[in-house]
């Protein structure tokens, strides 16, 4: 694997590493990068979707279970300019109906820096008492987008299957 998860051509972001954990127990789903701790959970390409834009995490049925999401991203501005006004937008679907939109917006990013950014989130839909059982059949895809000065620079989808 190499040391980004992601970068695109002409992409002023490089994603360098992910963690999804419960906030309340501290309990650490996924995890990949080396400054966010011990790597852990599985993931894979998505059929028909090239890597950098698409990946398929395994994660424990307990998941499902959590309440509140803890989403950390470690990236960097790969350009000699600050970036002004970056938001990230993560659509939810379970097997292909939008359950909530989430949007995240960071001000201002320094050239050429490593940053983490960790949103902390209680997702409405979770709440259905439906949704665990539907969710551990998928698919739970999330649609994330990332914004600078309103232009889109990333695209990418994840799907979320249980074990």
């Known amino acids: 694997m190499s040391k980004n998860l992601f970068i695109a051509e002409n992409c002023p972001i490089a994603i360098l590493g992910y963690q999804i954990r419960d906030p309340?127990?501290?309990?650490?789903f996924f995890s990949r990068g080396s400054s966010l701790g011990p790597q852990c959970g599985d993931c894979a390409p998505i059929p028909n979707i090239p890597v950098e834009f698409g990946i398929a995490y395994t994660l424990p049925l307990d998941f499902l279970k959590v309440k509140m999401i803890a989403s950390q991203v470690l990236f960097a501005n790969v350009t000699d300019?600050?970036?002004i006004d970056?938001?990230?937008?993560e659509t939810h679907y379970l097997q292909g109906k939008e359950l909530q939109k989430f949007s995240f917006e960071l001000g201002?990013?320094?050239?050429?820096t490593q940053n983490t950014w960790e949103h902390i989130y209680q997702p409405?839909?979770?709440k259905d008492k439906k949704f665990e059982t539907n969710a551990s059949k998928g698919?739970?895809?999330v649609e994330t987008r990332m914004f600078v000065a309103g232009k889109e620079v990333m695209f990418t989808k994840a799907q979320l299957n249980f074990q």
């Not at 970056?86 to 937008?89: A, P």
Request: aromatic content about 14%; cysteine-free; charged content about 40%.
């Open 24 to 28: 309340d127990n501290k309990k650490v």
């Open 86 to 89: 970056l938001k990230l937008e």
């Open 81 to 83: 300019t600050p970036l």
């Open 139 to 141: 698919p739970w895809e």
């Open 124 to 126: 409405e839909f979770k």
């Open 108 to 112: 201002f990013v320094p050239p050429r």
